[in-house]
């Protein structure tokens, strides 16, 4: 079954720790996203990849890392700098960035403690 | 900017009737729009894309149109069932300015239907 995974479902911070959230694909795809839903509100961009070894700040980058050093890989990073993180996290990506159809995983609900 | 409006923000009506759920952008400089379903707790799920240059698209009982001149795009589904609820969103695929390619959501609308 191709499409995208991501792990754990639920995490919890304690405060001051880095946290690492995992998006792999086997979609084949060059772009990958990262997302933040907060209740009320719309997705948004944290940060994208274009292709492997390649990745741009989105909207709300500060507090947040990526790499991207293999295709199917697009691991996201919140730091203790990202003072409010406590949100649902959602990876996606296309065949290519921009203008293709975006697919979605399944989510990460990051907690706070 | 690009600013991206769903209406009504909640919708709760009894099985089989045809609803409409309105989705508005202010800038009609798009690529593309797409309509996601989401339920409690999960990721999106796409279900439908609308290129910038058609007037509109159908799955099933879904059907969703795309008037850019007005910016606004309609997602109408039909003889609605229980298994419809949800929480739907619309996301414009921007064209120009900073956010170029970069797709804008809505802040979606829940949607119930009740036997």
Not at chain 1, 80 to 85: D, E, I, R, T, W
Not at chain 2, 72 to 89: E, F, K, V, W
Request: charged content about 15%; overall charge neutral; some cysteine.
């Amino acid at each position: 079954d191709g499409g995208i995974t991501q792990s754990p479902k639920y995490l919890f911070r304690k405060e001051g720790q880095n946290v690492t959230l995992s998006c792999e694909q086997n979609l084949n795809h060059d772009a990958m996203y990262w997302y933040r839903q907060d209740p009320g509100q719309g997705l948004r961009l944290i940060y994208y990849s274009q292709i492997v070894n390649d990745f741009q700040k989105g909207d709300i980058a500060e507090g947040y890392s990526v790499s991207r050093e293999k295709k199917e890989s697009f691991p996201l990073t919140v730091t203790s700098a990202q003072k409010n993180p406590t949100a649902f996290y959602l990876c996606a990506s296309s065949i290519q960035q921009g203008f293709n159809e975006q697919f979605f995983g399944p989510g990460t609900r990051l907690t706070v403690l | 900017k690009q600013e991206v409006t769903q209406i009504p923000a909640a919708l709760s009506v009894p099985e089989g009737e045809n609803l409409v759920l309105n989705c508005s952008f202010t800038d009609s400089a798009i690529y593309n729009l797409q309509w996601f379903r989401q339920d409690p707790g999960k990721g999106l799920t796409s279900l439908l894309l609308i290129q910038s240059s058609q007037r509109e698209q159908t799955s099933g009982r879904l059907n969703a149109s795309l008037d850019k001149s007005s910016g606004r795009s309609t997602l109408y589904i039909a003889a609605s069932q229980p298994g419809d609820s949800a929480t739907y969103l619309c996301a414009a695929t921007n064209a120009g300015g900073t956010s170029y390619g970069k797709l804008t959501f809505g802040q979606g609308t829940i949607l119930t239907v009740h036997p």
